[in-house]
């Protein structure tokens, strides 16, 4: 069965599946804040339309002074991108034909980007049995020979963040090596923006991070990213990318996000509440759960019971799951949950609960 790269976009799935899709359809496969984007951004939508006969700024401002003030940085550390997929994409030319070293079970696009750019991957494999925790020795050998270290912080499926003292020993010792390291902070807003690496990019010049205004602000469909790195990294993804790539609307949208204080704290107690509930609730079941810091989770069920028979039964009722096929080390096992309103959970608890007790 052939599914889906990414999570989102359920009717491509069912349609993928052949699966007819029930009129109620709850999506848990994607991970972005279900309280929907700020009201500003709603209050400011007819104002945008005047931004759709100009060119945008070239340098994606608004946004760029905006993301350089929220991070204390200058805007020279700083590259706005349309997503952070655009950026990964552009970033995987600094590697090109070299060597980089990819921990899994993490996000996709990191090898996809890369291979395209004929780049060789060496894969470290965190283990199941040991929570998914990072395997520190591997990669840490793995570095010695390689040009780039992707991590992802905190990591897309299991929303487990790295200890901070495994982060600086790999990045001290990048800096001895000369393996450059690439941190992709897409979801560090639902954790603490204290423990951002982009405060610490002056004294390492070899680190280069990666930041999404999808996940948090719940923004997908106007995409927008950026990359925080030293001026000279910036320079040359500058040079790569598309002039105007990103768009006015994209710019205007994420200056205002990033003035959001009081939302992304509510959002950071919901998503923490929800986790817990929901990881209690599965522990209650039997499950195995990721020790996840984020707004979404990883499960497994007991070995008498089947990981696809649930992901597909679920999808018959109409609650689509994040299946992990493609991810290596977990290969279908697990199943990613990312959390959704109130209402939603209580009905994917609903659902779960009937299907225990009859498989
Ligand atoms: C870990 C991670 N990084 C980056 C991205 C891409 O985000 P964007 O929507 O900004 O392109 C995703 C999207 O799912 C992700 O999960």
């Known amino acids: 069965m052939q599914l889906p790269e990414h999570g989102a976009n359920p009717h491509n799935l069912y349609a993928t599946l052949g699966i007819e899709q029930p009129i109620r359809l709850l999506d848990f496969s994607e991970n972005v804040n279900p309280a929907g984007p700020p009201d500003s951004i709603t209050k400011m939508w007819p104002s945008l339309r005047d931004l759709l006969t100009a060119y945008p700024n070239p340098k994606g401002e608004p946004f760029l002074s905006a993301a350089a003030d929220y991070h204390g940085i200058s805007t020279d550390y700083l590259f706005a991108g349309n997503g952070a997929a655009e950026l990964l994409a552009l970033l995987a030319e600094r590697y090109r034909a070299k060597r980089a070293i990819v921990v899994h079970p993490t996000f996709f696009e990191y090898e996809a980007t890369l291979l395209a750019k004929g780049v060789e991957i060496v894969r470290v494999i965190a283990s ?18 390689a040009s780039v270290l992707y991590l992802c912080t905190p990591n897309n499926p299991t929303g487990i963040m790295p200890e901070r003292t495994d982060l600086n020993v790999i990045i001290r010792h ?14 560090i807003d639902f ?87 929901m990881t209690r609730f599965l522990i209650d079941n039997a499950c195995n759960v990721t020790n996840s810091v984020t707004n979404f ?63």
């Open 128 to 145: 199941e049995s040991d929570g998914f925790k990072l395997p520190l020795e591997a990669i840490l050998e793995a570095m010695t020979s």
């Open 174 to 187: 990048g800096a001895e090596v000369g393996c450059e390291v690439v941190l992709d902070e897409a979801f």
């Open 191 to 277: 954790v603490d923006e204290s423990l951002s690496f982009i405060a610490e990019l002056k004294k390492n010049p070899h680190v280069i991070v990666v930041r999404s205004m999808t996940k948090m602000y719940a923004i997908p469909g106007i995409r927008l990213g950026y990359i925080a790195a030293n001026p000279s990294v910036i320079r040359g993804i500058k040079a790569l990318a598309p002039h105007w790539n990103v768009n006015g609307l994209a710019a205007q949208i994420g200056a205002v996000c990033l003035q959001e204080e009081q939302y992304r704290e509510q959002a950071i107690q919901y998503s923490n509440r929800e986790r817990e509930k």
């Open 297 to 359: 989770i990883s499960f497994t069920l007991s070995s008498s019971r089947d990981s696809n028979k649930l992901y597909k039964d679920m999808l018959t009722r109409g609650i689509v799951l994040r299946h992990s096929q493609n991810f290596r080390g977990m290969d279908g096992r697990w199943l990613r949950i990312g959390m959704k309103n109130d209402a939603s959970m209580n009905i994917l608890k609903e659902e779960l609960l009937q299907w225990f007790a009859e498989n």
